[in-house]
């Protein structure tokens, strides 16, 4: 079965500092992978996905990640945290024989910014 | 393009009640996802429904159960509700692999927040 692990439920960082939420994940086939954001009492946003394309995968707002198959991961990562990336980032899966209706989702991780 | 969007936004029940949420999809969707929020349990898939047909189910009770209509939008019920049941119902539409266009992305609405006393 398929399943995601985020290391760490909470990440805080200073404004300006990189931001890297880390993402493992479980799958007997070449999975895709997705990052969402939520901000508070609202819905999930797509960040940016991996859909067996390219390796490193650029999303909004400056975030990307990159898919490393040997090591089953899909961390995301920003250059330069901004006051306003504070929020809950989830990542999930999907399995493509499945045509994608199913997300699994990880335990999600709340990333907070310092000034 | 409008996005998903999901009514009512909040909503407040008693212990044994019913409730129906509902779900537009982004114009042009016809696949519509369902999921649950809680503190304790996370994001967990409840069903997915194309073509007024229910295509994949979470492990969920027979209380929870879901509809689609032949304009894509969506339904789901909760029967005899339980403390438990209480969390962010979320949405989520994409258009259907097949199509020209689509994708797998699933595009997620507002939620609705039940609260079951």
């Known amino acids: 079965a398929q399943s995601v692990t985020q290391l760490g439920s909470h990440v805080s960082v200073s404004e300006g500092a990189l931001v890297l939420l880390r993402c493992n994940y479980s799958s007997s086939v070449p999975p895709y992978l997705f990052w969402y954001v939520q901000y508070p009492n609202q819905g999930l946003q797509l960040l940016l996905k991996y859909t067996s394309a390219a390796t490193l995968v650029k999303g909004i707002n400056g975030f990307e990640a990159e898919f490393k198959k040997s090591e089953t991961s899909f961390h995301l990562t920003k250059p330069s945290a901004h006051m306003s990336d504070a929020a809950e980032y989830f990542c999930?899966?999907?399995?493509?024989?499945?045509?994608?209706?199913?997300?699994?989702f990880g335990q999600g991780t709340e990333l907070s910014v310092k000034p | 393009k409008a996005g998903v969007t999901q009514t009512p936004r909040y909503l407040i029940k008693t212990r044994g009640q019913q409730v129906t949420l509902s779900c537009s999809p982004i114009?042009?969707?016809?696949?519509v996802s369902w999921y649950q929020q809680t503190p304790g349990q996370g994001l967990q898939f409840l069903f997915e429904?194309?073509?007024?047909?229910?295509?994949n189910k979470g492990n969920f009770p027979g209380r929870f159960s879901g509809r689609q209509f032949s304009n894509s939008r969506s339904e789901m019920n909760v029967s005899t509700l339980e403390l438990g049941d209480s969390a962010l119902y979320l949405c989520?539409?994409?258009?259907?692999?097949?199509?020209?266009?689509?994708?797998?992305?699933?595009?997620f609405g507002p939620g609705t927040r039940l609260t079951v006393l």
């Open positions: 429904y194309f073509s007024e047909t229910q295509r």
């Open positions: 114009s042009g969707h016809r696949s």
């Open positions: 989520a539409s994409r258009a259907f692999p097949g199509v020209a266009g689509s994708t797998d992305t699933q595009y």
């Open positions: 999930a899966v999907s399995d493509p024989g499945n045509q994608g209706g199913k997300l699994i």
